[in-house]
């Protein structure tokens, strides 16, 4: 009787886990071909693809590796896209406009468009600023009138500046940021968002504590 085939695992990024985890390559098919080029030149290519399952969570991602001979080294993509960073769970629990640009950002992070993911982000806090207080102006003074009614601390205000004006710098000033701190623009950015996704939890806890006795 032969003995069964000893499964191969390999070490790749997990969209569900947000690491590097052991996956059990599924399957795998090669696809080959050349072409003569002039008279006695030849180019060749072959692409690989390569059907992976998490170990841990059993997420299913399709690997394509592609070499061309007239290319060094070898053309990595991923289906769907490696994600470093997910999705809040309360995204769908803030308003339509912001929740439908928020997932526009995070295609745009997905598909490794920094700088459009930071100038969504940008528009994502203006969207906010306009229906707190209303378009009063600049950032600055949108920024002072959250902070006049409660909205922000002065620390809020502080991160705030810092990541609209990063906001500023790639649409004005030609600033590539990267990954790290498209991060931290978005830490911050959904750090104000949240305040949607708390006014809905703080009137579910109002309505299932019970009253103090009198």
Not at 44 to 55: A, F, H, I, K, V
Not at 76 to 90: A, G
């Amino acid at each position: 009787m032969a003995k069964p085939e000893t499964e191969k695992i390999e070490c790749v990024h997990c969209n569900r886990c947000l690491r590097s985890t052991d996956h059990t390559v599924v399957a795998e098919r090669k696809i080959r071909g050349s072409e003569l080029y002039g008279d006695d030149f030849e180019i060749s290519w072959e692409d690989t693809y390569t059907m992976l399952e998490c170990c841990g969570c059993h997420d299913v991602t399709l690997r394509r590796r592609s070499w061309f001979s007239e290319v060094d080294g070898f053309n990595i993509e991923f289906y769907p896209p490696q994600v470093s960073r997910r999705m809040p769970e309360w995204a769908d629990k803030i308003p339509r406009n912001a929740s439908a640009l928020l997932k526009e950002i995070y295609a745009a992070l997905h598909s490794n468009s920094m700088r459009l993911a930071v100038m969504g982000a940008r528009s994502l806090v203006d969207l906010f600023m306009n229906e707190k207080v209303g378009d009063l102006g600049g950032f600055a003074q949108k920024l002072e009138a959250l902070l006049k009614e409660g909205y922000l601390s002065r620390f809020q205000k502080e991160f705030l500046l810092v990541a609209l004006d990063t906001g500023h710098a790639v649409t004005h000033r030609g600033f590539a940021p990267k990954k790290d701190t498209v991060e931290q623009m978005m830490d911050v950015v959904e750090n104000l968002l949240q305040h949607y996704a708390l006014q809905e939890a703080v009137e579910d806890l109002r309505k299932v504590t019970p009253p103090r006795k009198k």
